[in-house]
Structure formats: structure tokens, C-alpha cells
């Protein structure tokens, strides 16, 4: 498994493979709803160098004071699907080259991630405690007082942090999606096999 470093060279970007397990060591910054809406829709971000600093951790993290310091509780990636209605502005606004969640994001994010050059890495099979393991150190907070300790930007040291898979690529093909299409290709065989009617209708279910 290769340990990527951050910020992310154009170069590794491109050799990532829908996929692949990476870890990343260097320099993040955190971030949920508030720093989306609040990016894009008031421009109002943190004054992070955006080049140096160029990983995004979708994470509301589980913070407490440790003298004059802050410790780690807990930083178990959150959804980013739900962030898809600002996703491509905030990758095109600052040029990310890696973003980092949990389960996926939509077709507006890709094409942003395959115009700057970035990919989207997901969580699978880990814990945030886990995570929280692999950052050596808190380096700044951002809006803490007017956000709280889960929506303010946390910025993060870590090392190997992960594993994460590659589940957006620079090239704008999507894991979860293409997992979906050979799913549904691959139904009407299974059914047959399971002797369901091929007129069978199931059940819909509205959540």
C-alpha cells in the first residue's frame, strides 16, 4: 500500500487507480456543512494557504481542551454525499487536490475533482479512533468560537492516515457508480437463477 504525501503532487494524482488503497501523511484541514455554505455562499474561509494545505477531511471531530493544547477524541469521516450541493465550488475555489469522506459524492464534484486534478478517497472499515491515532498534530483552529468544536477548520499533521480507497479518480470515473451499473447488469442473471418472475414488481420503499 503506498503512503501518499500531501500536498499531493499532480503526478500522484494522476497515477492514483479507481480503487486503490492509499494512506496520506502531511498537512489537512477539516471541515462539514458550515464550511461549505459559508465558503460559497458568503466567502468566508479560513486564511490557510490552500496550496500547501491542500487536503479536505469531511469530518466534524470530537475535541476536548488538553491544557493549553486540544486533543483528538474522535474523527470518524462524515457522509459527503450531503456536501455535493457545494462540493464542485469548493474544489474549483481552491484548487483541492484530495478530498476525503465517506461513502461518495455526485457527478458535479467529479467533473470539478477531474478539472483541477484531485481525487475523492473514502473511509472503509475503519473507526474514528482509529484515525485519530494517526494525526501527530494539531497545528491551528479556525472559527472556533463562532462555530464550535465540530463545524470550526481543525488543521491536522497526520501520518499514514487511513486507509482510504481512491473512489473518485482525476479522470472522473466514480467507484460507487460503476460498482451500481455492473450490480444491475448482473441482476437478471441472479434472478433467473433465483426463479424470480422477470415481470416481478418489488415493493418500493419510501424512507
Excluded at 55 to 80: A, I, Q, R, Y
Excluded at 120 to 134: D, E, H, T, V
Excluded at 148 to 170: L, N
Aim: charged content about 30%; overall charge negative; aromatic content about 10%.
Amino acid at each position: 500500500m503506498r503512503d501518499i504525501k500531501l500536498p499531493m503532487s499532480a503526478e500522484d494524482v494522476a497515477s492514483l487507480k479507481l480503487g486503490e488503497m492509499i494512506t496520506v501523511s502531511g498537512m489537512l484541514f477539516t471541515g462539514r456543512s458550515r464550511f461549505h455554505i459559508r465558503a460559497i455562499a458568503d466567502d468566508i474561509y479560513p486564511p490557510i494557504d490552500y496550496k500547501e494545505i491542500n487536503c479536505f477531511l469531511h469530518v466534524g471531530p470530537v475535541m476536548k481542551p488538553n491544557g493549553d493544547d486540544w486533543e483528538v477524541v474522535s474523527c470518524e469521516p462524515t457522509s459527503s454525499i450531503r456536501f455535493e450541493r457545494y462540493g464542485a465550488d469548493v474544489v474549483r475555489k481552491f484548487g483541492l487536490r484530495t478530498l476525503i469522506g465517506k461513502t461518495t459524492m455526485g457527478p458535479g464534484t467529479a467533473q470539478a475533482l477531474k478539472e483541477v486534478g484531485g481525487v475523492y478517497l473514502s473511509k472503509i472499515g475503519l473507526s474514528g479512533n482509529a484515525l485519530r491515532s494517526k494525526i501527530k498534530k494539531i497545528h491551528n483552529v479556525y472559527f472556533l468560537d463562532e462555530l464550535g468544536k465540530t463545524e470550526a477548520t481543525w488543521i491536522y499533521e497526520v501520518d499514514h492516515f487511513g486507509p482510504f480507497f481512491v473512489a473518485m479518480d482525476s479522470t472522473g470515473r466514480n467507484y460507487f457508480e460503476e460498482l451500481a451499473r455492473e450490480a444491475d447488469a448482473k441482476m437478471p442473471e441472479i434472478e433467473k437463477k433465483l426463479g424470480i418472475p422477470e415481470d416481478y414488481d418489488y415493493t418500493e420503499v419510501n424512507g
